[in-house]
């Protein structure tokens, strides 16, 4: 058996841009990939904490330390500059890399900075 997990996570990084006439993907700081794990063209999950808008397109890297969240092809109308966005990546495993498996998770502040990672999410209080 296998099981779909998740395996990185931008969370709370700001869209810097939407370009309409782009070929479709989202373009995120190279550091940010690198830090995550996330690789180019790899397939990710947009969420937009803004309008609720839920997409499927793939990574591209922008410039390291750009801070460069863009948002592209027809996907550029389901994100604008300024929203804040969850970017998700997913891997699938088999029930013994689920034994020791931790995702990568970086939580940013306004100005797409990183302000700290974590493997874990604490427990929802009641």
Do not use: W
Not at 18 to 24: A, D, T
Not at 61 to 89: E, K, Q, Y
Request: aromatic share 8%.
């Amino acid at each position: 058996m296998q099981t779909t997990m998740l395996k990185a996570k931008l969370h709370r990084v700001t869209v810097t841009r939407s370009e309409l006439g782009y070929e479709g993907s989202c373009a995120i700081d190279g550091n940010f990939l690198d830090l995550s794990g996330i690789r180019e063209y790899e397939q990710i999950q947009i969420y937009n904490i803004n309008n609720g808008e839920r997409f499927t397109t793939y990574a591209i890297r922008a410039d390291n330390g750009s801070g460069t969240i863009s948002v592209n092809g027809a996907a550029a109308r389901l994100a604008c500059p300024g929203d804040l966005v969850i970017i998700c990546s997913y891997v699938i495993l088999d029930q013994k890399e689920l034994v020791t498996y931790k995702p990568v998770l970086i939580y940013f502040n306004e100005k797409n900075e990183i302000i700290r990672s974590a493997s874990s999410i604490p427990v929802q209080a009641a």
